[in-house]
């Protein structure tokens, strides 16, 4: 998997746009960006993942640089639910056979 | 929606005890995993299994082993459990797709914690 790198912290306000950056520069072609998150005592749990172009779901938003050097997880409209630490990770498989590696990702908190 | 139930949530055992750890899947993936998360070192791969009977070592492997029996089960052992395996222990799986829809998503459970004493 290629390594990541977070920052460990963000604070964001409740109702605001969460931009949570990633950087990926030594990841691969066919290396896709995953994005997952960990509420406090609950297991980690898949956001969103791509490859080159931008995707969207009903969570979030993900915007990969043209280069792929480096992308930005996007919560529209964060409410305080969405206090978590929130992962980035590069993989080719992502789950499949062989899992995933975690970093330590972002602790990111939500102020009212 | 897709279930991963871990046996125990909380676990308190002494050293050199045997411990289990039981993880059941209701989705009939194919993986399963085992992690252990401990503070600022993230989520460590310690034994995964693409199908029953087959194990595969991690990146933490040493003092554990794996048990897949039946596709829907997949056990870490600790043969004699020590303080230095205190942690949070998380199970997840995953199915096999092709390609072209395979989403890469991990379903976890909701982690349990092992003190050993």
């Known amino acids: 998997d290629a390594k990541t790198t977070q920052p460990p912290s963000m604070d964001c306000a409740e109702g605001r746009a969460a931009n949570l950056p990633c950087n990926h520069s030594t990841i691969s072609g066919n290396e896709y960006v995953y994005w997952y998150r960990q509420i406090h005592s609950q297991g980690p749990q898949y956001i969103i993942h791509g490859l080159k172009n931008n995707e969207t779901n009903e969570m979030a938003s993900l915007i990969i640089t043209e280069d792929r050097k480096s992308s930005t997880l996007i919560l529209p409209h964060a409410t305080l639910r969405d206090t978590a630490v929130y992962y980035c990770i590069g993989s080719y498989s992502g789950g499949g056979a062989d899992g995933l590696t975690f970093g330590k990702g972002t602790h990111l908190i939500i102020q009212p | 929606d897709v279930k991963v139930t871990q046996s125990s949530r909380y676990l308190v055992k002494r050293t050199g005890e045997k411990v289990f750890l039981e993880c059941v899947q209701d989705?009939?993936?194919?993986?399963m995993f085992w992690y252990r998360q401990d503070p600022g070192l993230g989520l460590r791969l310690i034994y995964f299994?693409?199908?029953?009977?087959?194990?595969e070592k991690g990146d933490i492997p040493e003092g554990y082993s794996v048990s897949r029996e039946k596709k829907e089960r997949f056990s870490l052992i600790l043969e004699s459990a020590s303080t230095n395996q205190t942690s949070m222990y998380l199970c997840?799986?995953?199915?096999?797709?092709?390609?072209?829809?395979?989403?890469?998503?991990?379903?976890f459970g909701e982690g349990s914690r092992l003190t050993v004493l």
């Open positions: 997840a799986s995953s199915p096999t797709l092709p390609a072209a829809l395979n989403t890469g998503e991990l379903f």
């Open positions: 989705m009939d993936h194919e993986n």
């Open positions: 299994s693409y199908d029953v009977k087959m194990k």
